[in-house]
């Protein structure tokens, strides 16, 4: 045996254990650095921790109470509560005419006279023949009394004194009608006749009208019928004045559908002290069916819609995230009303509903959704109410 043997062994006899020990050292080593990096993840929130993920950022909004308005959609016009086309009731000619076009005039106003020459003449020969038989009426009786006269006389007498009195009565009136009078207070519209023109009982006059209060007059689909009511609120834009908002109350309610579109008409009356609307005008009509004081109002981005229903991420005081179902009520343009599911003052979840999952913390970061101003006109008063679109409400399914 050389001596590079002999050093060979004597290495591989000494060197086993130092190998081993070596080996287990480094071991140690690594394992010691290993829960070093899991301790420095956990102790930076990563996901070895004990307390499992971080809370996930969403955006909520705070579920709030509002005046939920019911309504039906429709379009139709304004129109005169009284409306009319004057016609004289004698015939004649044009001797006055006495109001002019779009005057205000009030209940028995003269507007026109007619020609009443003849008439006169008539009534004065009448109130003559009227003297002679009331005459000739008294000689009667005293002959009567001196039995000069039969009873028959004597009635013929009456007769006659009562017909020619009749007959007076008659010219007396018709010479009256001569002046024709507004039958109630209003605007002159149109006039059809001319100074001298001879008019006849069929002849137009002019047109006379009501305007305060006015009528918004639309049609409803029948299917609307059993939510039709007296006294509802009906709210209504003009197009010649953008910048206002007309309420007035449901009058008339036509009992009979009108063929064939299958419509009922409508009829709400108006004030209109200062004359803004007129006959005529297209009008956008919003008929109240149902005002809801207390109702729950969510932006409607908080909405989930799923196979099994509807349904909402509530965010629970304990900071994490519950999913409930929901029945809707109305909506408008960016908001919902909640009939059941959620409570007014709850915070639901607006923004990053796709991550969460049922018990998900989160860090919610409340929002302020915006809508269109709702018309307050309905409710009367000055703070904003939900506007109201015709909508049917939704039942989910619970999973």
Known sequence: MNRREDQMIRIDVLGRPAAKALVLGFAWAFATACGDAEAGGAAQGGFGGGDG????????????????????????QIEAVQSIELRPDVDGRIVEILVREGAIVGAGTPLF???????????????????????????????????????????QTEARARSTQAELELTQLRLERTVVRA??????????????????????????????????????????????????????????????????????????VQLPGRT???????????RVLQSGMFIEARLATEIRADAVIVP??????????????????????????????IRRPGFV????????????????????????????????????????ELRGGDAPVGEVADSARSEPNQP
């Open 113 to 155: 006279k007619v020609d009443d020459a003849e008439l006169v003449a008539q009534t004065a020969r009448l109130e003559a023949e009227r003297d002679l038989a009331a005459q000739s009426l008294a000689r009667t009786r005293e002959l009567l009394a001196q039995d000069a006269a039969s009873q028959a006389e004597l009635e």
């Open 183 to 256: 039958p109630f207070g209003g605007v002159v519209g149109q006039r059809f006749v001319s100074l001298g023109d001879y008019v006849t009982t069929s002849t137009g006059l002019v047109t006379l009208q009501t305007v305060d209060p006015q009528r918004a007059v639309f049609d409803v689909p029948e299917r609307y019928a059993a939510r039709l009511e007296l006294g509802q609120a009906v709210s209504f834009r003009v197009a010649a004045v953008t910048d206002r908002s007309f309420q007035g109350v449901v009058d008339f309610v036509d009992p009979v």
């Open 53 to 76: 993920p971080p809370p996930m950022p969403v955006d909520v909004s705070v579920a709030v109470r509002d005046t939920a308005i019911e309504a039906i959609s429709a379009t139709g």
């Open 337 to 376: 009303e909640i009939v059941d599911g959620v409570q007014a003052g709850e915070p639901v979840v607006v923004g990053g509903l796709e991550r969460l999952f049922e018990g998900a913390r989160v860090m919610p970061n409340q929002v302020e959704r915006g809508g269109e101003p709702a018309p307050t």
């Open 300 to 329: 409607e981005d908080a909405l989930l819609p799923l196979e099994m229903g509807t349904f909402v991420w509530v965010v629970t005081p304990e900071g994490t995230a519950t999913r409930r179902a929901v029945i809707l009520g």
């Open 264 to 274: 009922i008409l409508i009829k709400a009356q108006v004030g209109n002290p200062d």
